[in-house]
């Protein structure tokens, strides 16, 4: 079965602490992997993907995302939140290859100041 | 550059109402094109996807309807709404090729059904 699993429905940490979001995914494919934020009442903009090669991508923002493939797992990663940074946090793995991305349920991301 | 437009920005409409999403890509030809709903504090689910003009392929049964009337224009629709349908809809577009399969997302309506 082709899932993705964010464990954690919501995250509290203070700004300047780091911070890791951790996804777990199936898939007995090749994994195409993923992390999109949701601002509030926003559309989602893409952070980083992994495709292949280095386990570790950079994204966007000081974001990077570690893939394992014995873990299956991709767990998304900053060194020192800000503020801005409080938003909801998708884990998507595609599958197939006519697009369909299956999502995480998200994880909330609270900074506290 | 790309840009992805949707409207309406937001919607409330009656029960049993029918009701037309919109999308358009512009800055890109020949895109992938996807329809999501997001139900309010919810995960995304993929409802439609076209991967060219005039066809449209279904994910996800929900008594709604996509077409494809135009290369940059997606559209989603139903003569029925149901209290279900309410919620948060996304067009998202991709490039073609097995180099690139992110998707990107367009600002979104957000459909309150009464």
């Known amino acids: 079965a082709q899932s993705v699993t964010q464990p954690d429905a919501r995250v509290t940490v203070s700004e300047g602490a780091s911070l890791q979001l951790r996804c777990k995914y199936s898939?007995?494919?090749?994994?195409?992997l993923f992390w999109y934020v949701q601002y509030p009442r926003q559309g989602l903009q893409l952070l980083l993907k992994?495709?292949?090669?280095?386990?570790v991508v950079q994204g966007v923002n000081g974001f990077e995302a570690e893939f394992s493939k014995s873990n299956s797992s991709f767990h998304l990663r900053k060194a020192s939140v800000h503020w801005s940074d409080s938003a909801v946090y998708f884990c998507v793995l595609l599958t197939g290859n006519t697009g369909k991305l299956i999502f995480g349920l998200g994880t909330t991301l609270q900074v506290q100041p | 550059a790309q840009t992805i437009h949707q409207w309406p920005v937001a919607e409330i409409k009656a029960v049993g109402s029918p009701l037309s999403l919109g999308c358009t890509i512009k800055g890109k030809s020949s895109p992938n094109l996807y329809w999501y709903w997001q139900a309010t504090g919810g995960t995304l689910q993929q409802l439609f996807y076209?991967?060219?003009?005039?066809?449209v392929e279904s994910v996800v049964q929900l008594n709604l309807s996509a077409s494809r009337p135009k290369d940059d224009q997606f559209i989603l629709s139903t003569e029925k709404l149901l209290l279900s349908h309410s919620g948060f809809y996304l067009c998202?577009?991709?490039?073609?090729?097995?180099?690139?399969?992110?998707?990107?997302f367009g600002p979104g309506t957000r459909l309150t059904v009464l």
């Open positions: 076209s991967i060219t003009v005039g066809q």
């Open positions: 898939y007995s494919g090749t994994p195409y």
């Open positions: 992994y495709y292949s090669g280095d386990p």
């Open positions: 998202a577009w991709s490039r073609l090729g097995r180099s690139s399969y992110e998707q990107y």
